[in-house]
């Protein structure tokens, strides 16, 4: 292998793919078998974290950036100017099985830029995958960019050897995509997800009847959309993710800031800030949808398509619906308990647990991890709570904005501690 | 006051906590005996020899009280090497004995009951964290050698993972502070405890002729996958403690 010839692709092709933010290791069930390499654990690893702070916990390469298509919003588009690289087959395991054993990676997530047509294109992919499943006896996690327009024989193979697939959205709405990337259509990116749907449902249903099933996909199907390239708005991004979770069963949906990189004067100018604080609001409501029983129409607002950038969505619903505070701490149902701004999935449930033992009280809640500067307004105790009186008051906002350490402290990414 | 001395391990802890309750002992402190600096030379002592029968009956009580998990916190908040461990195990426990139908752990207003949640919290995310900043460097005999330094004692914790995980090569893995670590040899993995502290000065001359290949593909890979435009170094630093950056291949 020539090492100077590969540090160099490598280059290219991680330079390229690092604005796919779909790289998660979640969700993996591969158990390792005896005397092979490789396991993936449920919860997923992050092994270092970049100096923008994004978790890394695959290798994410694309396996070419030459690409016959001119998308607008992206650096491998056939019109850009750069340089141009493509892995072997044989490079694309060899670097894998490499960063994995020394602990580096939870495994690969290939994408690709289309050369000749999707179906190649697709075949080269599921290629690694099916040489690192049965020749390297790998069992750590693959995710693999399923090819617009790709073939039903060809998703099929992939579902047998990946963890995950994901075709990206990309732009929210239809006019947008038609207007960036005039040559792709929805159908065809949507087509290869209704298949893999089906199979994972059909894949369920049997694993119920027979104890030995091939593996289908098992770490599900995700997704992403750029926010900011195009004039959407979050109710409508918003809406599209809804759209996703409830259709296509899917993982995640990933959002991701426009980052601009070229100059087209269908895209924001170069001179436009990544959109930082947006996206994370969209992760924000997003856990909303998935972890605290929020329905996408409670979130966002005909009226208001925008997220709040100045609070949290939760703490933005809370102050549109004070009529349904205070909440006793008490007594309430963990839903609710929920919805109370400050307390976040771990210390409601130990709310609900502690609260057996014992009448709770303000230092308790402290004591628990609750975020109190935020919660003390929306609660009540059994003993009463003197923070009551500013439930109603009119700068209840910017008393809770005045209470944070730090404004937007830690929000300037996917991974973060939220609420 | 009476102080009761055990020998540091696992077993004698429990075996001294057996002991509060086999001779009714009321106002008692248990201490690690190397760490133990004797104040009131009033203060009468009580030598726990470490009996497993002892500390075994302890860990099945426990077990029937809180469950295997609960036994499990216990074992953690050991290993976090705190200086209150004993005190707060030992209050625990007595909960425990007093309502053995409850799962006392989550009584999370109790100070010594929060403090264990405390611990327990720490302790997991520093053997996550290892589990994610372990890195294997390949020597010429093909062991991956990984070295570490964790504020707490959290091998045994990641032994099974790395055990599950790498199962087709061999591996080690040190803990410079503690001076023992896990060895698997493609066939068990298990603990090994030299005499004398491994020496690892010059020990990448006996790298692979291809480890430095690899070591600088991955720092390529982490300085090109990362997005310039959104440079925050703050949310870096934290996700990434800089304690942890001599471990990491891509910190070189
Ligand atoms: S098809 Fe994919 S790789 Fe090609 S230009 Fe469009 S987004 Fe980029």
New binding site residues.
């Given amino acids: 292998m020539n090492f100077d010839r590969l540090k160099e692709k490598l280059e290219i092709l991680a330079d390229a793919a690092k604005y796919d933010v779909s790289c998660s290791s979640s969700g993996g069930t591969r158990k390792n078998k005896k005397g092979a390499l490789g396991d993936s654990s449920v919860s997923g690893i992050c092994h270092t974290y970049t100096e923008d702070g994004r978790c890394v916990s695959l290798l994410k390469i694309l396996l070419t950036?030459h690409?016959?298509?001119?998308?607008a919003?992206?650096v491998?588009?056939?019109s850009n100017d750069i340089k141009r690289a493509a892995f072997t087959v044989e490079e694309a395991v060899d670097l894998t099985i490499n960063f994995y054993r020394r602990n580096y990676i939870e495994g690969l997530f290939l994408s690709?830029?289309?050369f000749k047509n999707a179906d190649t294109t697709m075949e080269r992919l599921v290629r690694v995958a099916k040489k690192l499943r049965l020749e390297e006896n790998f069992n750590g996690y693959i995710h693999l960019k399923s090819i617009p327009g790709a073939s039903d024989d060809l998703m099929q193979e992939a579902a047998m050897y990946a963890d995950r697939l994901s075709v990206n959205i990309?732009i929210p709405t239809e006019s947008g995509l038609k207007l960036l990337?005039p040559e792709?259509n929805r159908q065809d990116m949507i087509s290869p997800m209704r298949y893999i749907q089906k199979g994972i449902i059909q894949y369920q249903d049997e694993k119920k009847i027979l104890k030995k099933v091939p593996k289908f996909a098992p770490a599900g199907q995700s997704t992403q959309m750029i926010v900011g390239a195009t004039n959407e708005n979050d109710l409508q991004i918003i809406k599209v993710a809804d759209h996703f979770y409830k259709n296509f069963n899917l993982k995640r949906v990933y959002y991701s800031g426009y980052v601009p990189v070229l100059e087209d004067n269908r895209l924001p100018s170069l001179t436009t800030e990544v959109p930082m604080l947006r996206e994370n609001r969209l992760y924000q409501s997003d856990w909303l949808m998935r972890f605290y029983g929020f329905k996408a129409e409670e979130i966002l607002d005909p009226n208001i398509p925008f997220l709040d950038l100045e609070v949290d969505p939760k703490l933005s619903w809370a102050l549109r619906h004070l009529d349904q505070f205070p909440v006793n701490i008490q007594t309430a149902d963990y839903q609710m308990i929920l919805r109370i701004p400050g307390i976040g999935v771990k210390s409601a449930q130990k709310i609900v647990s502690a609260r057996r033992f014992q009448v709770l009280n303000l230092d308790h809640l402290r004591q628990l991890g609750a975020s109190v500067n935020r919660a003390k307004y929306f609660i009540d105790f059994n003993a009463g709570n003197p923070f009551l009186k500013y439930l109603t008051h009119q700068n209840l906002k910017k008393l809770l904005m005045g209470g944070r350490s730090s404004k937007f402290h830690n929000q300037f990414s996917q991974q973060l501690t939220l609420f | 006051m009476t102080t009761l001395l055990y020998d540091g391990s696992f077993d004698g802890l429990f075996t001294a906590i057996f002991e509060v309750f086999e001779y009714r002992y009321r106002d008692v402190e248990i201490v690690n005996r190397e760490r133990f600096h004797q104040k009131n030379i009033f203060a009468e002592t009580h030598e726990v020899i470490t009996q497993t029968d002892k500390s075994e009956r302890v860990l099945k009580k426990l077990e029937q009280n809180l469950g295997k998990q609960g036994v499990h916190k216990f074992l953690k908040v050991f290993l976090s090497e705190d200086s209150e461990l004993e005190k707060v195990i030992l209050s625990a426990i007595k909960q425990s004995v007093k309502n053995p139908d409850k799962n006392i752990l989550e009584n999370y207003t109790d100070t010594n009951i929060m403090k264990i949640s405390k611990i327990c919290k720490s302790v997991d995310r520093e053997s996550h964290r290892m589990t994610a900043f372990v890195r294997f460097e390949k020597m010429q005999d093909d062991i991956f050698f990984s070295k570490i330094d964790p504020d707490f004692n959290v091998l045994p914790l990641i032994r099974k993972h790395f055990s599950d995980r790498y199962q087709d090569q061999k591996w080690m893995i040190y803990d410079l502070r503690r001076n023992y670590g896990i060895l698997y040899d493609l066939e068990t993995s298990d603990f090994f405890y030299p005499e004398e502290k491994l020496e690892i000065k010059n020990y990448q001359d006996k790298f692979h002729d291809e480890e430095k290949n690899y070591q600088t593909l991955w720092q390529r890979y982490f300085t090109k996958t990362n997005i310039v435009e959104r440079k925050n170094l703050r949310l870096h630093v934290q996700h990434v403690p800089k304690r942890y950056w001599k471990y990491l291949t891509e910190k070189w």
Avoid: L, P, Q, V
């Fill in positions: 950036n690409c016959i298509y001119d998308c919003y992206c491998s588009r056939s690709s830029g289309i990309e990337a792709k």
